[in-house]
């Protein structure tokens, strides 16, 4: 038996009743995929056989689906078999960054106000690069008038070429439980970009 939690995502078109794991192939000639009524299913698979088939119980009513599933355990395993490889590697490429932090440990956050000082980009912190963006989802911004903050992470440009292939592994890595992230963890600026105080 193998234990792997695969979900499947697909469409169910209402007027005739096809089956589709890409949304944007729904439409037939002539129609537009927005516009065509479909049912949003998702099914989560957690036990397969040793052969690598979906365990009878949790066999969906699709034979499609379970074929998906199927096939997204065999890249999973794949993947977890690249951990043996791509972990040391991770783990080497967080210490290069790791160094190059040596002296910048007192710099390791900023606040920007995009406001009073315009919009951020890298030119704005020289001797920085961006590897990474994210925006905050906080559930906060539902009751105020400020736009969600924005959030730069960023190495010393002599790291970049290690960071972004570190950063590379551990997005390939994301679903693979195998892989020890907080092993190959690594420092990095945090810019918050916003147009408020973090409060």
Same mark, same amino acid.
């Given at each position: !038996? %193998?234990?792997?939690? %695969?979900? &499947? =995502?697909y469409y169910i078109r209402k007027d005739n009743g096809k089956l589709f794991f890409d949304y944007r192939k729904i439409a037939e000639p002539g129609e537009k995929a927005w516009l065509v009524e479909t049912f949003d299913k998702v099914e989560e698979f957690t036990a397969f056989t040793n052969k690598g088939k979906v365990s009878k119980p949790q066999r969906s009513k699709y034979e499609m689906v379970n074929e998906e599933a199927e096939r997204k355990l065999q890249e999973r395993l794949e993947l977890k078999k690249q951990t043996k490889i791509d972990l040391p590697r991770a783990i080497e490429? *967080?210490?290069v960054v790791d160094k190059a932090? =040596?002296?910048? !440990?007192s710099d390791l956050f900023m606040e920007y106000d995009y406001v009073e000082e315009g919009d951020f980009d890298d030119s704005k912190t020289p001797g920085w690069v961006t590897i990474k963006v994210k925006t905050s989802h906080s559930n906060w911004y539902k009751d105020v008038d400020n736009a969600p903050s924005?959030?730069?992470?960023?190495v010393p440009v002599d790291v970049e070429k290690e960071a972004r292939e570190l950063q590379e592994i551990r997005r390939k890595h994301q679903d693979d439980n195998t892989f020890s992230f907080w092993k190959c963890d690594?420092? =990095? /600026?945090? &810019? /918050?970009? *916003?147009?408020?105080?973090?409060s």
């Open positions: !038996m %193998i234990n792997e939690k %695969i979900k &499947v =995502k490429l *967080a210490k932090f =040596k002296d910048k !440990m924005t959030y730069y992470y960023q690594y420092y =990095k /600026r945090e &810019v /918050r970009v *916003a147009d408020h105080l973090n």
